[in-house]
């Protein structure tokens, strides 16, 4: 049940709107770190799954930086930011996230894509203008502030607002902001990386219907 009714709805892109768009991410970095020097894809799938709510380039500089492939670095972000599809699986768009804009418009619910994503991810997106996208140049969706800034610059009570994210780091994050917290599923993270984060997670949820289904209640 909701605690408050909501105004507003942060949404984020890879693992959210796009479920597989995080799991090609990552098997295109393993791909990419194995074309230089071999590393288990379950060490790179550990990193990942924490810094990819991080800032984008400090997370690539560390990771590269450590395994001593730095100079690699640039052209992998090249190759990432435009990445539309990997071993021939294309990055999708889930088929009720226009349905959900659309019950949020007749909601008069305020949405924003909240995601580190490359902006051009969500060119293919209809539904979406640019003014819906809150655009996470230089900060971390784990870091509290992010949210307090959020708050001034849209001139909202956090309290009114919900954010859909896969990564339960982000939840706890955005709980302890004053967010109400949806998990969306997804193949990346599985119970035993929820399991520590239980506390700030208001709601799991497998699809944008299920989502509708508590905004009515």
């Known amino acids: 049940m909701l605690k408050n009714k909501l105004t507003g709805i942060l949404i984020d892109f890879d693992g959210v709107i796009s479920k597989n768009s995080v799991t090609i991410n990552l098997e295109f970095l393993h791909y990419f770190i194995n074309k230089i020097s071999p590393i288990p894809f379950e060490t790179i799938k550990s990193y990942f799954k924490i810094a990819n709510c991080f800032l984008q380039q400090p997370a690539v500089d560390l990771l590269f930086s450590s395994l001593g492939i730095k100079d690699h670095q640039e052209l992998f972000l090249s ?22 804009i659309k019950f949020c418009q007749k909601k008069n619910i305020r949405y924003k894509i909240f995601s580190l ?55 706890r994050a955005g709980n302890l902001s004053g967010l109400t917290t949806l998990l969306m599923k997804n193949d990346m993270y599985g119970i035993n990386d929820h399991k520590d984060y239980e506390e700030f997670i208001d709601f799991k949820v497998n699809s944008f219907n299920e989502i509708q289904e508590i905004l009515n209640k």
């Not at 190759?79 to 959900?100: A, G, R, W």
């Not at 949210?147 to 909202?156: A, C, N």
């Open 79 to 100: 190759e990432l930011n435009s990445l539309k599809e990997f071993n021939n699986k294309k990055i999708k768009i889930e088929d009720d996230f226009d349905h959900f």
């Open 117 to 171: 994503a490359d902006k051009s991810k969500f060119s293919s997106i209809r539904s979406l203008t640019d003014n819906d996208i809150y655009q996470l140049t230089g900060k971390s969706k784990a870091n509290i502030s992010t949210y307090s800034s959020l708050q001034r610059e849209l001139k909202i009570e956090i309290a009114d607002w919900a954010m859909i994210d896969d990564n339960p780091l982000v939840l």
